[in-house]
């Protein structure tokens, strides 16, 4: 007959549109900003520092070494290296940025930089709520801003920030290995120069 | 006739692959509309300059360039992994199989191999991205035929599912930035390809209600078929690729053809079509989403452990030796392909993206000469474009 | 699928005299090409799709690239005449002597094409056609009469590269407007600080348009005749 076509599917919409009011599964709307779904584990957003213990300034892991500034494809982080050392976290004196800025108007969140850091030190946040009234301020992130703690990237991340945990625990152990074995070597050293003359004479 | 000796039909009129002359029947000015770029149906910022004779096309010009991004300029000044993220940014539905063009293309200049589960995961996302690609399609052409969105937002309702595991394993919905030359970017979780599989077997129930919904219905039959014919032996002198080329009847598919990945190891048929209109390339569209089904449920099921990158790629100070290569996949809409030409620096020499949006619209004046310019919407919407890829 | 060696004997001994040569290619992919001579191209190209057994009736990508002019620095060994003083007397002698000469390699513009068979179902075939210099001899002809599909990027070309192409049915620029001057993609491009945009937290873009500003604030008071 015609019209079966048009009738099938108007039945299909009506199932769906009866349906919208009683199956679970179809009442996914959310009554956003005062509901909100939990964000999957893995989104990034904008780039953040990290920060080990309480002082965001001692704690930083970023060492300025601007791999990430030189990757950025479109160059939206600016770093200007400091003139002195702090010691990181396994003890050797880094230097580290005196100004870190991320301009998010232009990041596009490719996370490109989080993947060359050598350090650990830059990842991505999950925070997406940024508007802000200040065009350009607004949305210039310095030092301050981007630097947040470790026990924040662990409740954003959890799975990552703990495999993050264990590599640097693994190359904390490796730096203690070297500076003890080379403690070691020169402390041998220091004792066998006396007994070097005796052998030259042979 | 073999379908070679029907392609290469020789002895060919002079000019037999250009457009026809119209002439407009009665006296009277010819009425010319600039089809766009403000234009709900026009997928993007394009223009058609349309000359009508009443209601009859008599001349379509396609106008474009608003998306221009100069894209392949801003890769020669940056490293080939730079480029990465915006190639997400060429087709911007279908960002994954961006991507795995671009890696496929360094990977064919270096000689750079993949691992297994590296190769399986790209067919898991590939496909997936295929079945989100065809179901937006369809759902765009319907809504410009004037169903006022509502097939899309059943196809948006799946892409939906499709977007949230996407988010899980690459971080982003839409601009994903995953695959690298040498494999992937992070290994999928065993917990994913758990919810991976609840969504496949959730797809085959969402393709019945889809087609329930749309292909018996006689508006669309009575709107769509003998619109927009396309003639195989044009269509393959034109360098029509993708679903369009098989509805043309052309049996042409680039992952049996090339075989890039391990897309050997997946029996899957291709669907053809026999009237060469729009309704065909709707019903393959549909079709080439159930075949897609069929290879998400095989690779699900054969996926095997391993390492996702290869051990000797190398992230930073990748500097491939001097020459080029040309590297192509079935992309969604067509044949995606990157043309890359290296001096032995950090920054390719020549970065060019063969956009399927862009080759297949070159056809369009042909397909809409004589129909009505009602028509020449659902023929537009048909040949599935996106401006990202056809300006870059 | 034949090989590079295969398709040039094929055309010499279809088209004798065509001058055809093969471009090696060092990288791992093996996509030699074969450079065609202007003058000939489209009877190779007519021949390459209406062959038999290549049957190469699908063009797949038409590209263009810049290959800018090169200064190249040389030691040459020249015979000059050199004034010394031998014994106390001056002598005039024609010696050997090395002189470091510059001279500038002319670039060129060139035209790629990737050809595969639809037929046949293989491929590829990289064909290539260069300009004689990048100023005023930058015609190429056009094979759209050939493959449809090289209608639009060749317009692309010459719009991005300048490359003119003989026997395009239409050729005006594609994704640069209409009254655009220059092309984008050569390598020695450099691009206009004079568009409308906004300015942002760059402190780069917003010294750059402060100068631009600044310059035309001048032009405006000096021509406004005050």
Not at chain 2, 51 to 60: A, H, K, P
Request: proline residues 6%; hydrophobic residues 40%; aromatic residues 8%.
């Amino acid at each position: 007959m015609l019209g079966e076509g048009l009738l099938k599917g108007l039945a299909e919409t009506a199932r769906n549109f009866v349906g919208s009011f009683v199956s679970k599964e179809r009442l996914t709307t959310v009554q956003y900003p005062e509901q909100r779904i939990a964000p999957i584990e893995a989104t990034r957003d904008f780039p953040f520092l990290v920060y080990d213990g309480g002082d965001w300034q001692a704690g930083m892991r970023c060492v300025a070494c601007q791999i990430c500034e030189k990757e950025c494809p479109p160059k939206c982080i600016y770093i200007v290296k400091s003139t002195d050392k702090k010691p990181d976290y396994v003890g050797k004196p880094q230097f580290y940025p005196a100004r870190f800025d991320i301009d998010i108007s232009v990041c596009m969140s490719c996370q490109i930089c989080v993947e060359v850091c050598p350090f650990e030190a830059i990842k991505m946040d999950t925070e997406f709520e940024l508007s802000t009234t200040d065009r350009f301020g607004g949305l210039l992130f310095d030092r301050e801003r981007l630097a947040k703690s470790d026990e924040y990237y662990h409740r954003i991340h959890p799975t990552e920030a703990t495999a993050v945990d264990a590599r640097l625990a693994e190359g904390k152990a490796k730096a203690e290995i070297k500076t003890t074995t080379a403690a070691i070597a020169s402390a041998v050293k220091g004792a066998e120069i006396p007994a070097r003359p005796a052998g030259d004479g042979d | 006739m073999t379908l070679g000796a029907f392609i290469q039909e020789k002895n060919k009129p002079e000019g037999w692959n250009r457009p026809l002359a119209m002439k407009p029947d009665g006296d009277g000015e010819l009425l010319e509309v600039a089809m766009g770029p403000h234009h709900p149906s026009t997928h993007g910022v394009f223009r058609m300059d349309v000359s009508l004779d009443g209601e009859r096309v008599i001349r379509l010009k396609p106008v474009f360039g608003y998306l221009h991004r100069n894209h392949e300029k801003l890769a020669e000044g940056m490293s080939y992994l730079g480029s990465m993220p915006f190639t997400d940014r060429l087709d911007y539905i279908c960002s994954l199989t961006n991507n795995w063009a671009y890696a496929l293309a360094v990977e064919e200049l270096t000689g750079q191999a993949v691992p297994e589960r590296a190769e399986y995961l790209r067919v898991i996302l590939g496909e997936l991205t295929r079945i989100v690609n065809h179901a937006s399609s369809i759902g765009f052409l319907i809504q410009e035929m004037g169903a006022s969105g509502t097939p899309l937002m059943y196809a948006f309702k799946a892409r939906e599912n499709v977007l949230d595991l996407f988010e899980a394993l690459t971080g982003a919905r839409m601009m994903c930035n995953y695959m690298r030359f040498g494999g992937c970017r992070v290994d999928a979780s065993p917990a994913w390809l758990e919810d991976t599989r609840k969504v496949v077997a959730g797809l085959p129930q969402f393709v019945d209600e889809f087609e329930r919904l749309l292909t018996g219905n006689e508006i669309l039959m009575a709107r769509c078929q003998g619109i927009g014919i396309l003639k195989p032996e044009l269509a393959v002198n034109a360098g029509v690729t993708g679903p369009m080329l098989r509805a043309s009847g052309v049996n042409y598919d680039i992952r049996k053809v090339d075989g890039y990945g391990i897309y050997n190891r997946f029996p899957f048929r291709v669907p053809l079509g026999e009237h060469w209109d729009v309704y065909d390339r709707f019903m393959i569209r549909l079709l080439e989403i159930r075949e897609s089904i069929k290879i998400l449920e095989q690779a699900l099921k054969e996926i095997p452990t391993g390492t996702v990158m290869d051990s000797k790629a190398k992230i930073r100070g990748f500097r491939p030796k001097p020459g080029e290569a040309y590297g192509r996949i079935e992309a969604p809409k067509g044949e995606l392909g990157f043309y890359l030409i290296s001096d032995g620096g950090p920054n390719p020499y020549r970065y060019r993206v063969r956009p399927p949006s862009l080759i297949n619209l070159t056809i369009l004046e042909d397909m809409s000469l004589g129909q009505n310019v009602a028509d020449v919407v659902l023929i537009f919407g048909s040949v599935d474009i996106v401006l990202g890829e056809v300006d870059r | 699928m034949m090989t590079v060696e295969g398709i040039k004997m094929m055309i010499d001994a279809a088209l004798p005299g065509s001058g055809v040569e093969i471009v090696p290619n060092p990288s791992p992919s093996g996509q030699h090409s074969l450079r065609l001579d202007p003058r000939h191209a489209v009877a190779v190209a007519k021949f390459l799709r209406d062959d038999e057994e290549l049957a190469l009736d699908f063009l797949s990508n038409a590209t263009g690239v810049d290959w800018p002019d090169k200064e190249v620095t040389e030691k040459v060994k020249v015979t000059r005449p050199v004034t010394k003083t031998l014994e106390g007397v001056e002598q005039t002698t024609e010696e050997i002597v090395e002189e470091t000469r510059k001279r500038v390699e002319p670039g060129c513009l060139e035209a790629v094409y990737h050809l595969y068979s639809v037929a046949k179902k293989h491929g590829p075939v990289v064909i290539r056609m260069k300009t004689v210099n990048r100023t005023d001899q930058v015609e190429l002809p056009s094979l759209t009469s050939i493959w449809r599909s090289a209608e639009f990027q060749e317009r692309e070309i010459f719009d991005l590269f300048g490359i003119v192409f003989k026997g395009h049915p239409d050729l005006r620029r594609l994704l640069m407007w209409d009254g655009f001057k220059d092309h984008p993609m050569r390598r020695d491009y450099i691009d206009p600080d004079d568009f409308e945009y906004e300015p942002t937290a760059h402190d780069e873009v917003l010294a750059r348009a402060a100068a631009h500003r600044a310059a035309e604030a001048n032009q405006e008071g000096g021509s406004a005749g005050k």
